[in-house]
């Protein structure tokens, strides 16, 4: 393994004074990187600190405006993904690359053979794919359309779409933003067996756990610089946190408070439509002023059922939703919205933000007849954009200004200016799907201290999350998600990390041992 | 005669079903076109203009005293260079597939009388040549060559499109650019090629009118069969099986409608039987294209390195 001249395994990658200027902003300043043969490096900074732009430069998405890359000895021609792969390097993208409407097979072998084959070899493709998806431990189905599979199994396929073609340097961009605490565990198994192989990886992340249980390097990117690189082992949580951001961050612990009276009463709610089983099965839940109640949970237990019903998208198919104390009938967004409810959607490209309009524009989107904003069916674009200068000035939303497209913010950012729709008018419910992910520390620790600013304020908060580090930090109460089924509010104190996941498996039977009063007809699970 | 025993009568004769075969065979390939240049995620408009200069330069080669099969190959030729034209607006440049493919029509449009009447300025009675004859088959198989390569055609785009590494290229690349790009394709390359070979295709309906069903080039010859193709494709949910199957109802209802209004002897006005086949299509996209799934990147101009 080891190479005569630098005495350790062979440096397989040199990035070299690397820079990319985006108009103004500059993205990416004079970075110089390099990887080994069977390496773990992670990348970490702030949102926007150019993590993905400089993996982009590498797999030659963009062109770097000034310096050079070596892969293996050889310099890699600027802009050329079809010249990354075939130095041997893989990309597994933030956001994921895969056609939707084509098979897994298809998603993996286009591109591999030469265009001019009369004949696709699949059932050679076939066999290469299940061989390698066998010796990795990736399970994947070659010929289910992508559309159908779940965020975990297309992970899957995008790290074997990289190993089909033999890659040798694996970068993979937030890998885990969206997997569930069980899948990110299988990713870093997989990825032992691979750095094993000699493969060298680089990987992004904001999960500081993850930072210190699968890397062997760390850099630290700030604002487009690399401000460090460190082996990890040198180096601890705080100092790391205080590298990416520039000063250190404390997470804010929540004051003890007595909660108020009831704002959200679900009483036996059933969502069914048409579904074998139904996505919420009798749930009963209160959400009290002063109060945050965390629903944990595997996603795809009824979570999204939740946030879509107490958002107003869909209605229950039996019991009833009462908002501070009065029974909604025919819920519909616009409604709930009045009645003080404001949420962060899970996915925010998706159901948060338009990403072609403006920031003031996205600001006003769920108020935009307010009279404050529109008189005689006018916008008032004046009053729109200061109240946006105000938002941005207050949640400290880094862009160019009210004008801005949203979709060149960074996801951060995107999320502080959601964060700021939300806040920005005292409601008494807020419904948080998911508010910190994709996030840096920095910007959840910020998230997390406004959402408590919020319940000391006197709203309530409903926060669906994957993460049981931001539920058991947030929340005064948990509730696990199960087959559309919740359990009783269990007290923050009294469960700890291993019980909520037994519970998230469906091990209701411990119930007993946390809640001993508990009555015995609740204590299992469907 | 009750209306029933007159379908009836219509629809045993083998002179019908032959008329089907003939009228489908410009659908089937401008259907064929469309849908290739779609599956890359390009919208073509241009069909009908292409069709026209299809039509006009196969006839006019013909004319010229090539033989027809080199008139055939200049109609898709030419097809081929105005579907660059249309590509290197739309796919390098990213602009509007709508406004740049109803520009092509009218180019391709005109280019053809212009370039008919530039070589025929005093033509009042259009001349004519000699056109491919029908082949000694019995009753429906007497088509001609050309219907017979629209039909192969058919297998040939849908072999290509599921079962060679192009094809799978060009779906991947009207699904999603940038995933084709991070597969190592030149998304431009092959958005452009797929363009011109379908509209290669379009070029071949064309001269299929002035070379097979007809021996003459006139004005307005196409006749809004190119629009007629666009919805075809959305009928077919882009799918070449399903794109002849729709050529084949389209044509059964157009020549249907031929013989009810000479059956019906002027009882009924002619417009009523002109209206029926555009009815009838209207409601089988109702009925069929509600649940299509599209190309996730028709008419979505892609550029490298942007957000
Ligand atoms: N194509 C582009 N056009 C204009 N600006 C861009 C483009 N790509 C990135 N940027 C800007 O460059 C900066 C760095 O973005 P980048 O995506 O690299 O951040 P990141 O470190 O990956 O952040 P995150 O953790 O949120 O993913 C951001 O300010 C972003 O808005
Ligand atoms: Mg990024």
């Not at chain 1, 990416?28 to 990348?43: Q, Y």
């Not at chain 2, 009925?287 to 550029?303: D, K, T």
């Amino acid at each position: 393994m080891s190479s005569p001249t630098t005495g350790g395994p062979e440096v397989v990658l040199r990035l070299a004074g690397i820079s990319k200027r985006f108009g103004p902003l500059l993205a990416n300043d004079a970075i110089s990187l390099t990887l080994r043969a069977g390496e773990v490096l992670a990348l970490l900074g702030e949102n926007g600190a150019g993590k993905t732009t400089l993996m982009n430069i590498l797999f030659g998405h963009y062109v770097a405006d000034e310096g050079t890359i070596e892969a293996f000895g050889r310099p890699l021609p600027p802009g050329s993904p079809r010249a990354a792969l075939a130095a041997g390097i893989g990309m597994v993208h933030q956001h994921f690359t895969l056609a939707d409407n084509l098979s897994v097979l298809d998603n993996i072998a286009v591109g591999t053979e030469s265009l001019w084959r009369l004949r696709s070899d699949r059932g050679g493709a076939r066999r290469r794919l299940l061989d390698l998806s066998q010796r990795f431990g990736l399970a994947v189905r070659p010929d289910a359309l992508v559309g159908d599979l779940s965020v975990g199994e297309r992970q899957r396929v995008e790290i074997l779409k990289a190993l089909y073609r033999d890659a040798r340097i694996l970068i993979l961009d937030e890998p885990t933003a969206v997997l569930t605490p069980q899948e990110s565990a299988g990713l870093f198994d997989t990825l032992r067996r691979l750095t094993a192989d000699g493969l060298a990886v680089v990987f992004i992340s904001h999960k500081m756990n993850e930072v210190f249980a699968a890397s062997d390097t760390v850099a630290v990117l700030r604002a487009g610089r690399l401000v460090a690189t460190h082996p990890t082992a040198s180096t601890d949580r705080a100092k790391l946190a205080e590298l990416m951001v520039g000063r250190s961050v404390k997470p804010p612990a929540p004051a003890p408070l007595s909660p108020g009276e009831p704002v959200l009463e679900l009483a036996g709610v059933t969502v069914a439509s048409g579904h074998a089983r139904p996505l919420l099965d009798a749930v009963d839940l209160t959400v009290r002023r002063h109060q945050v109640i965390g629903v944990a949970g595997v996603s795809g237990n009824g979570q999204s059922a939740l946030a879509e019903l107490v958002s107003g998208l869909i209605r229950p198919d039996a019991g009833q939703v009462s908002l501070k104390g009065s029974v909604v009938h025919h819920a519909d967004p616009a409604d709930m919205v009045r009645r003080g409810v404001a949420r962060i959607p899970e996915d925010r490209h998706s159901a948060g933000l338009v990403g072609a309009m403006a920031v003031w524009e996205n600001l006003i989107a769920e108020r935009y007849r307010d009279p404050a904003f529109s008189r005689f069916g006018v916008l008032r674009r004046d009053a729109a954009r200061a109240h946006a200068r105000r938002v941005i000035e207050e949640f400290d939303v880094r862009c160019p200004g009210p004008d801005a497209r949203t979709q060149l913010l960074s996801g951060g950012n995107m999320q502080k200016l959601i964060l700021g729709r939300t806040l920005a008018y005292g409601p008494d419910l807020i419904l948080a799907s998911q508010p910190t992910r994709g996030l840096d520390i920095g910007a959840v620790s910020y998230v997390h201290s406004r959402l408590l600013d919020a319940r000391a304020a006197g709203a309530g908060v409903l926060l669906i999350s994957e993460d049981l580090d931001e539920i058991l930090a947030l929340a005064d109460c948990v509730t696990v998600a199960y087959h559309g089924r919740l359990t009783p509010l269990l007290p923050h104190d009294r469960v700890s990390v291993s019980q909520l996941g037994l519970l998230m498996a469906g091990h209701w039977d411990i119930l007993r041992d946390i809640l001993p009063e508990t009555p015995r007809e609740n204590g299992n699970a469907a | 005669m009750d209306f029933l025993s007159i379908i009836l009568d219509i629809l045993l004769s083998a002179a019908f079903w032959t008329a089907v075969l003939r009228i489908a065979t410009p659908y089937v390939l401008g259907t064929l076109g469309e849908l290739v240049c779609e599956r890359a995620g390009v919208l073509n408009l241009g069909i009908e203009g292409i069709m026209t200069l299809g039509a006009m330069a196969g006839w006019m080669a013909v004319y010229q005293g090539a033989d027809l099969w080199t008139g055939v190959l200049v109609a898709a030729a030419c097809g081929a260079l105005l579907g660059l034209l249309h590509a290197a607006l739309t796919v390098p440049l990213g602009l509007s597939q709508h406004v740049t493919g109803i520009g092509v029509t009218l180019l391709g449009t005109s280019l053809s009388y212009f370039v008919y009447r530039l070589v025929l300025p005093q033509a009042s009675t259009p001349p004519t040549i000699v056109p491919f004859q029908p082949l000694d088959l019995p009753g429906a198989f007497a088509q001609t060559p050309l219907t017979y390569l629209a039909l192969a055609l058919v297998g040939v785009v849908a072999y290509a499109l599921y079962r060679t590494p192009v094809g799978l290229a060009v779906r991947m690349v009207g699904e999603h650019p940038a995933a084709a790009e991070a597969q190592g394709l030149n998304v431009t390359a092959i958005r452009i090629g797929a363009v011109m070979a379908g509209s290669a295709l379009m070029g071949l309906a064309g001269a299929f009118l002035t070379l097979s069903a007809f021996n003459a080039f006139f004005f307005n010859m196409v006749n809004g069969r190119g629009w007629i193709c666009i919805a075809l494709v959305v009928f077919a949910s882009w799918r070449p099986g399903k794109a002849l199957l729709g050529a084949l109802l389209f044509a059964l209802f157009d020549a249907l409608q031929l013989r009810l209004q000479q059956a019906s002897g002027g009882v009924l006005p002619y417009q009523l039987f002109l209206m029926m086949p555009y009815l009838l299509s209207i409601l089988a996209l109702v009925l069929v294209a509600r649940r299509a799934s599209y190309p996730r990147a028709l008419m979505i101009p892609y550029r490298k390195g942007e957000r």
